[in-house]
């Protein structure tokens, strides 16, 4: 993993709850592009699912359906407060196209939206490196079609702050313009339900590949969440790996019009784990030493052997064994482009303790943006 050299021409302003939001040139300076306050780090848990009921299943492309342009999102009347505050903080980093935007408020976890498509399959790329426990890292490429991104700030009154990436065509948007029309905006604040990967203020990550089958689980008295939304329940409320594992556990996840997934975990300490689904079982592995990889078959079901013949798998697997498990944020990347593929969207690092975020899109390896996530 080669090294490459970033040199900061100076530092943004932040809030005590912020983040910091610049671009790096590799080999050159850093460019400041905004600073966007984050209102107030919330903490807490989401509550367990109540036994009664099953709530209509929330799709991996959970998706809203484009609100007139004379209500909210939801339908019941104008933008709110926050709503408001949410649409203005907006911004577009790159044209890939990359935005951000930073979400006020709370929202309803388990409100069901209608998908704007239905996927078929995604790529994916996925590593754990906690060989330094001063500064483990968790580094995720999403390959899959070409979709402008949203990256994402929450901070829920009962959940913990979060950062996420969002593909935002299961929102409606396949272009700049979805960003401009009032009916795009309204639709990007169902954007919080639908995390592809995601860190929260704990230092917990979680992000998501597909695998050729998943047979989940099925409980009548749990509740029935989407693929991708189940991740936004282990965001809000997860701080440990055992604690996403234990929100896997409290719900049905829903693979029917979506492909089959498989997840990986990592927290501040150290602890990674791989969550699939086989024989209508959640089956868990969890990481073994300094570091743990995912892409797109099931370790539940491979050898040793079978996996090492993934390409991407080996070269991930080799390089984390050499380095002790250990990456710093630039060498984290440079893996991440070695594992690229022709459809790679975006390849993100999450610094699992500074709260640092560094974010190419496209393969443009070569320009970095770099974010903070402020941690508890």
């Not at 907006?90 to 069901?112: E, F, I, Q, S």
């Not at 250990?326 to 969207?345: E, F, I, P, Y």
């Not at 993100?348 to 943006?369: C, F, N, P």
């Amino acid at each position: 993993m080669g090294k490459a050299s970033r040199a900061a021409s100076g530092t943004a302003p932040k809030s005590a709850a912020g983040t910091v939001v610049r671009t790096t040139v590799r080999g050159a300076g850093v460019l400041l592009l905004a600073a966007a306050a984050l209102a107030g780090c919330g903490t807490g848990v989401v509550p367990a699912a109540s036994p009664d009921g099953q709530v209509t299943p929330s799709l991996t492309g959970d998706a809203a359906r484009p609100p007139s342009t004379s209500t909210s999102a939801t339908g019941r009347g104008p933008l709110s407060r926050d709503q408001a505050a949410t649409l203005a903080s907006l911004r577009k980093v790159d044209d890939h196209p990359l935005w951000t935007m930073t979400y006020r408020g709370g929202y309803d976890r388990l409100a069901t939206i209608a998908p704007a498509l239905t996927p078929t399959t995604f790529g994916c790329s996925l590593f754990a490196a906690h060989g330094d426990p001063a500064d483990p890292v968790f580094g995720r490429n999403f390959d899959f079609d070409h979709q402008p991104a949203l990256l994402l700030f929450t901070s829920p009154p009962d959940g913990y702050a979060s950062v996420s990436m969002v593909d935002v065509s299961y929102l409606g948007l396949r272009s700049d313009a979805g960003f401009t029309t009032e009916a795009g905006r309204k639709a990007l604040l169902q954007a919080p339900l639908l995390p592809f990967d995601g860190m929260n203020s704990r230092g917990l990550v979680v992000g998501m590949a597909t695998v050729p089958e998943a047979k989940p689980t099925f409980d009548a008295k749990r509740r029935t969440v989407g693929s991708v939304r189940v991740m936004r329940l282990v965001l809000d409320g997860a701080a440990t790996v055992d604690e996403a594992i234990a929100v896997f556990g409290r719900y049905n996840v829903d693979f029917s019009d979506s492909p089959p997934l498989h997840y990986m975990f990592a927290d501040a300490q150290g602890r990674s784990a791989v969550v699939e689904f086989s024989g209508g079982e959640m089956v868990v592995r969890r990481g073994e030493g300094p570091w743990q990889a995912m892409t797109n078959f099931t370790l539940a079901t491979s050898t040793e052997e079978s996996r090492r013949a993934d390409q991407r798998y080996r070269t991930l697997s080799e390089a984390l064994e050499s380095s002790g498990g250990k990456a710093s944020d630039d060498q984290a990347m440079d893996l991440l482009a070695d594992v690229r593929q022709g459809h790679t969207q975006w390849s993100i690092v999450y610094g699992q303790k500074s709260g640092e975020v560094r974010l190419a899109t496209g393969q443009r390896y070569d320009t970095v943006h770099e974010f903070r996530l402020v941690m508890d």
